[in-house]
């Protein structure tokens, strides 16, 4: 491959060679010459090295002299177009061609009226490759009038408005005009050149006849990108256009073309770009929109966005130039409102995929919000036919229906809030209920264990009073008043939402004087009770933590009705602190509840937390789910243990014997003596294999006997390696034992 490489190259350069010879020779022979040219412009064509070799052995210097001495028209336009492809092929041609002596030259072919047209189109072209993208040539094209020509050109070549395309002169005076056109857009931009921009402008008069006069897509389009470019980031050439009544003409040949687009699809495309033009002109200035206010361009940009067969991009123009239009043009933002531009930008923002058309469009809707609270248009303000005055009508009723529709809109968000609101407190409340229960329980104890070291009869009271109140509750609860009271649960949390009366007595900075006041509280009804011998107790105190129900409450609540929260509610708590009052322990109260979240004080850790669970009957879900995983992951060593021989890395959980160590006179009782087994001595021997004498470590590790400990397992290892016959199987990398089990000891 590397041989076939160098035979191409090496025949490109002898080609190369061969053909500047031949233009050296062949001066007195055109048609040589012009085919020599045309071969070498197809091999650079074709392979960029020929490029850098041909001006390395001085053929485009060379062509760049034919070029300009040459008599004959078509060597000169021959050797111009090669010296143009190659420069727009390579930056370092670019630069070598580039200089005010081929400007010059080049300025001669466009100036002399016997050049011909192609002459002066080929020239043309070598100005555009010299200016495009080279600031050097954008300057040089100034300072040498080469400009003014262009600018001469672009006025001289049509002379008339009506184009006959099909005349071959007049043809080809296009094709030359456009080409000069494209070249005056290169001296101004990219990059941009701000002194350019200013001599261009001198132009704008005449485009501005020729739009107004000939509205053709051949026309529109060369002049509208060369206004563009011009006007693009100036804002002295952008004022002299408007100055000029640039931005008129505009809007005059863009209502033209938006009328001609519902019939011809060309017109919409044709629109689009007088747009761009638009949009260019008032960028930077947004105040100029006040001129677009006048021939109604909002509405029409509106009836453009929905034209079906414009793509993504000439949208994202429509509507670029719309934010532009209504950023502070008053006019324009009440006409972008009038003709429905607000849900047409929604839709266009919730169905469009495209990124830039998406931003276009929050844009214009950013502008929206600026101007709501500005835009309080009136009938006074405005001069309107009687039909605008009943449109303007509509528009005010409708409005307020969309106020009206807010305000409901509001009402239900504010309903959802508080909705959301409440809930959240529920889950609070839930908590403090929580931490209520506990402090009712420690207030119980401590009552108990007070008023059993006074006296002791009164506890044998305290007991008939709580066996009589549990007989109340149930006749209570059989008369059937909570089951009508609360039919659901989101009934249930409703009221002990709407009527919590613990809610604000129990709190964790206020415990210790809750517990305080209840535990008085309940010695004087205590005293109260065994003195006149009434069988209820009666709170004294506002803080009191809770009541029990009398006689005297379930009368009451038969004139209540059974729809009161307060009651209900009173009834649920009243039969929550019975129960607690009923059970005998914590344990007992705490019977239907998870262990592992009421255990929050408490000093946990991964082996007491795990053993509180399994104790726990009435597991959460969340609780649940961890004894299971707990389960299954202990089952699953055991197995891999057994079947793999692995080592365990956490000491296995042994119970302890419950049978008593000593006998009944005092005597130790002697440990039951059990034999090892065949499977012990080979964990045993696999366990001294692997981690030395380490018992510990061993009896952790593998499944002995419940009651071996580490000195037994030293004694046994001992012993065994004493045997006669303990070396052979420990040469036999331990693999098999066999030991009859009345020789061995534990």
Known sequence: MESEDTKKIQGMKTDLNLLLECLKYQIDNPFLQKEALVTIHSICQQNSNAVVYFREIGGLMFVKNLGKSSEHSMVKEAALYTLGT??????????????????????????????????????????????SNNRTGQTLVRETGCIKVLLQLFRILLSKYELNLSDKNVFDSYQLWSSVCSTLCVCVNNPQNDENQMLCCSLFPHANDWLINCVKPEIIRPICSFIGLTLAN????????????????????????????????????????????????????????????KYHIVSKLLALLLHESLDSEEKFSIILTLGHCTEACEENQYEFFKNCGLPLMIQTLTESQNEELNKAATFV???????????????????FDENEAE???????????????????????????????????????????????????????????LHADS????????????????????????????SKACTNDDQMKTLLKSANPVNACYRKSEQNETLWKANSTRSQNFHEGTTSGK????????????????????????????????????????????????????????????????????????????????????????????????????????????????????????????????????????????????????????????????????????????????????????????????????????????????????
């Open 234 to 293: 100036n804002t002295y050439v952008q004022k002299y256009f408007i100055s000029v009544g640039g931005l008129d003409v505009l809007s005059q040949v863009l209502v033209q073309l938006e009328s001609d687009s519902h019939k011809t699809l060309s017109s919409a495309k044709l629109a689009v770009v007088v747009i761009k033009t638009v949009d260019a002109c008032i960028a930077d200035n947004p105040t100029f929109g006040e001129v677009l206010a």
């Open 455 to 482: 006296s002791g009869g009164g506890l044998k009271v305290e007991d008939e009073k709580d066996k009589s109140q549990s007989r109340k509750l149930q006749s209570f609860k059989s008369q059937g008043v909570m």
């Open 535 to 746: 069988s209820c107790f009666v709170s004294q105190s506002s803080d009191c933590v809770f009541k029990h129900p009398n006689p005297i409450v379930k009368n009451r609540r038969q004139h209540l009705p059974v729809g009161d929260p307060f009651t209900l509610c009173s009834d649920i708590i009243n039969k929550e602190v019975i129960n607690f009052l009923s059970a005998d322990s914590c344990s007992k109260m705490f019977k239907y509840r998870c262990s592992g979240c009421i255990a929050v004080g408490k000093s946990l850790n991964s082996r007491n937390f795990s053993k509180l669970l399994h104790s726990c009957l009435y597991q959460c879900d969340r609780h649940k789910v961890i004894v299971e995983a707990e389960d299954r992951y202990k089952s699953e060593l055991r197995k891999s243990l057994i079947c793999n021989k692995k080592i365990l890395l956490t000491p296995r959980r042994r119970q302890l014997s419950k049978e008593p160590t000593t006998a009944p006179g005092g005597i130790k009782k002697r440990k039951m003596r059990k034999n090892f087994t065949e499977e012990e001595i080979n964990y045993l021997f696999s366990g001294v294999k692997k981690m030395g004498n380490h018992w510990n470590l061993i009896l952790w590790s593998f499944p002995f006997q419940q009651g071996r400990k580490s000195v037994d397992l030293a004694h046994k290892y001992h012993k065994l390696t004493k045997c006669k016959y303990a070396a052979p199987l420990l040469e036999e990398d331990l693999s098999v034992f066999s030991l009859n089990s009345s020789n061995t000891e534990p």
């Open 391 to 449: 449109k303007l009508e509509d528009i005010n009723m409708k409005e307020k229906n969309i106020e009206e529709y807010w305000k409901k809109a509001k009402e239900i968000l504010q309903r959802i809030e508080q909705l959301e609101a409440e809930g959240n407190e529920e889950k609070i409340q839930r908590e403090k209920y929580k931490d209520v229960s506990s402090v009712n329980i420690n207030t119980q104890n401590t009552w108990k264990h």
């Open 365 to 383: 809707l950013y502008n929206c919000k600026k101007i709501t609270e500005k835009l309080s248009l009136s009938l006074r303000e405005y001069s």
């Open 86 to 131: 190659i420069a727009e092929q390579n930056v370092y041609c670019q630069q070598t061609l580039c200089t005010s002596e081929l400007f010059e030259d080049l300025i001669l072919f466009l100036s002399n009226n016997d050049s011909n047209t192609n002459l002066k189109r080929v020239s043309v072209y070598v100005i555009l490759v010299l200016v």
